[in-house]
């Protein structure tokens, strides 16, 4: 049965372009209110691409946090061109085939005013348009995993490629009707396998390809801390606001569904980062604000294949049990002896596993029947146990196809001149920022690289102090030591130039 508008017309031409504008009205064939909304969204979902980018950077060192704000920006240019080229019509061309499209509507071809695959309620040009703000972030996603040691230029190469090869057939065979787990019975509301398992393998695949950084060790990682938590927090912000667009725009539509998709992410992300805290509270004692953005981000990824398609009480399971795994997910690189800088795939890829998975399970058929029109038969609430089963292929196909793929592609990059992967090692040791992009995030010279380190003409003061009583208390001394030196304690510091 499907659901009738009381302004719409209904659409009944064959015209790949929606008919002759200069003679047809084809705004009468959609609601106004449903094009507002998915416009609106994609401009959230475009918000997330700079908050992966302000993320990253406060996790990473000082000296690469430039380099992850402009990977992530340049994921935006380099995708969108792909997308207008040829992304779009080879994941959603109208006629597809079941693992990728044509390019039947190459350069934006017959793509105007006539009724999207993904839903008949939006037109071809702005489902192409939402979508391609999920093209452009996903690499953003995958590309944290240069931190520190990969350059620049093979990135952006990889960025064009890996959209192409691994993005698009991904998602073609998940969202387009012609796609072959579409057709199987695979329920992925907004992206939890083209966009989070398939960057969460690739950032594997990348850090496996790139090698570990100068100093990592297989117990103990890297050892410093997030140096800008407040770029962190920024991050998570334009993310979680991002999200509500992310999710909510993927019900195509101003409807109740929507408003369900927005209410179990945040339900989800909420409880995501509450979790998190106390996992981490457990082990130090301390009120961990990187933890709360982590875990925020877990509970959304966990949420998003599934949000379209469950009912409210479920989104708290999904950001426990998406915290829970994701949170222990991160000593997995210690296990894969893999330097995975940022968790990238314990977020991502392990999170987007674990939403997939729950999806089986919690779908329900009245959820996603609350747009009107969308038949399912559920998961296992409503005892249709084979939709685990469904989901499980999913998750195995996607990992598989974007971890090998990822590698292949690496692989054959860095045979070929001027696009090796990885940067110097004396590059290595100035930062990425420096050696790539000539350019910093901070306008200052920090005066010392670890606490214990003196600057010139410091030695003299450090006598006099050994001197003195040592009545002060450890606070006093850590104050003294940050006033003193105007660097923090993370052990991350570095020396760079400006």
């Known amino acids: 049965m499907s ?19 200069l003679t047809d009205d084809l705004n009468i064939y959609y609601e106004s209110g449903d ?31 430039l380099s992850l704000i402009y990977l992530s920006l340049m994921s935006v240019g380099v995708v969108s061109f792909q997308w207008f080229f040829w992304g779009y019509s080879l994941t959603f061309s109208h006629s597809a085939s079941s693992y990728i499209g044509d390019l039947e509507n190459i350069g934006f071809r017959n793509v105007l005013g ?80 083209p966009v989070h398992i398939s960057s969460g393998a690739a950032a594997l695949a990348y850090s496996i390809m790139l090698g570990k950084r100068s100093g990592y060790s297989d117990t103990a990682g890297l050892p410093y801390r997030p140096h800008n938590v407040t770029h962190v927090v920024i ?17 195509l539509g101003a409807n109740m569904r929507a408003v369900m998709a927005c209410v179990v992410s945040h339900i989800a992300a909420s409880v995501g980062g509450v979790t998190w805290c106390l996992l981490d ?46 949170n222990y997910a991160t000593k997995l690189k210690y296990y894969l002896h893999v330097d995975d800088a940022l968790d990238i795939f314990a977020e991502h890829g392990v999170g987007g596993i674990v939403g997939n998975l729950l999806t089986g399970i919690f779908a329900a058929d009245y959820i996603a029947h609350l747009d009107g029109f969308t038949e399912i038969d559920g998961g296992w609430l409503n005892r249709h146990y084979i939709q685990l089963a ?18 292949i592609i690496l692989f054959l990059l860095n045979l070929i001149p001027g696009l090796s992967l990885r940067a110097t090692a004396a590059d290595e040791i100035i930062g990425m920022d420096d050696a790539e992009l000539g350019e910093f995030a901070y306008d200052y010279v920090e005066l010392r690289r670890e606490t214990h380190h003196l600057i010139v003409g410091e030695e003299a003061d450090a006598d006099a102090e050994a001197q003195v009583p040592s009545s002060r208390s450890s606070t006093g001394q850590r104050s003294g030591e940050l006033h003193k030196g105007n660097v923090g304690l993370s052990r991350g510091a570095e020396i760079e130039k400006v």
């Open 35 to 65: 094009i507002a909304w998915i416009l609106v969204s994609s401009a959230l979902v475009l918000l997330m691409v700079p908050g992966v980018g302000f993320f990253y950077s406060g996790l990473a060192r000082r000296k690469s946090a």
């Open 3 to 21: 659901s009738t508008s009381l302004y719409a017309v209904p659409y009944n031409l064959s015209d790949p372009n929606g008919g002759d504008s």
């Open 114 to 193: 006539a009724p999207s695959v993904g839903s008949p309620k939006i037109p071809d040009l702005l489902f192409a348009v939402y979508q391609g703000m999920f093209a452009a972030i996903t690499p953003a996603l995958a590309i944290g995993a240069v931190a520190d040691r990969g350059r620049v230029l093979p990135c952006l190469v990889f960025i064009f490629i890996w959209t192409t090869i691994i993005y698009d057939p991904i998602a073609c065979w998940t969202w387009n009707p012609a796609g072959w787990t579409y057709k199987l019975g695979g329920l992925d509301f907004a992206g939890g396998t």
């Open 281 to 326: 509270y457990r082990l130090d004692g301390k009120w961990s604000t990187v933890g709360f953005c982590s875990g925020a981000i877990s509970g959304l990824v966990a949420i998003t294949p599934a949000s379209g398609f469950v009912p409210a009480w479920s989104s708290v399971i999904f950001g426990v049990v998406g915290a829970v795994a994701c």
């Open 235 to 251: 991050g998570t912000v334009f993310l979680w606001v991002g999200w509500f667009g992310f999710n909510g725009g993927s019900a």
């Open 390 to 407: 469904y989901q499980l292929a999913d998750c195995v196909s996607g990992f598989a196809y974007s971890f090998f793929g990822t590698c």
